[in-house]
């Protein structure tokens, strides 16, 4: 029965993600999927992102949390539209929310969309949101573990962002093994080792996100 009920809600999760998936292509809107435990800096990384590539494209951002606005808020001061969806105790967005969201957003008018979703490193994983692109981030203070306790979360990247990096020398974090560990699971994600604070890195990130946006 249990798993009868999730299985419906997981189709009718995937037939929206396929609406979603064609008003992107249909509108030439890049969408990424950002995904990582509370506190690992996915609005930081939006903000700095949003702030450092203004001149170059337009972004939107869905805001995914539990309670509260203040994410979106924080997207706004830096420059970008931004809807807040709060799911009220989801620990996950579905792409039916996000359908509704993209009209508010008027996502048409965008080049990128952002999707940051709950803070969460295990439920979002499973929901398609008819995104593009999916990014993992993990951050050091998490620990060097996190790799092998959530594959299924790592295996579904297309790049994962290792922020924090500027903490690096006051954390036991074997970076070499988690650059390991991710490999073993998904062999094609990009990693790119960043600080949304201090900046460092960020470049990278930037032109990859360039290119996919150019296709
Ligand atoms: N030292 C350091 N702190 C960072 C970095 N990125 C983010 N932070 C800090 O980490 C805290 C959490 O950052 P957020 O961007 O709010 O994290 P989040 O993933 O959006 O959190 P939720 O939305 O609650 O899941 C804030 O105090 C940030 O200033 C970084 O690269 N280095
Ligand atoms: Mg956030």
Redesign the pocket.
Known sequence: MKVSLNQKILSRNEECAQKNKAFFKENNVLCLNVI??????????I?RTIKDLHDQIKIGVIEG?IKTDT?AQ?IRAAGAEAVQIETQGACHLSAEQVYNALKALEAEKMDVVII?N??NLVCPSAFDLGEALRVI?L?VPEGDDKPIKYPGTFAEADVVLI?????MNYIDFNLERVLADIRVVNPDAKIFQ?????GEGMEHWYDWLMEKKKG
Do not use: F, R
């Open positions: 990582s435990s509370p506190g690992s800096g996915k609005t930081t990384t903000s949390d994410d924080k940051e709950v803070g981030l951050s922020n924090k990096i500027d903490l960043v600080s949304a604070t201090t």
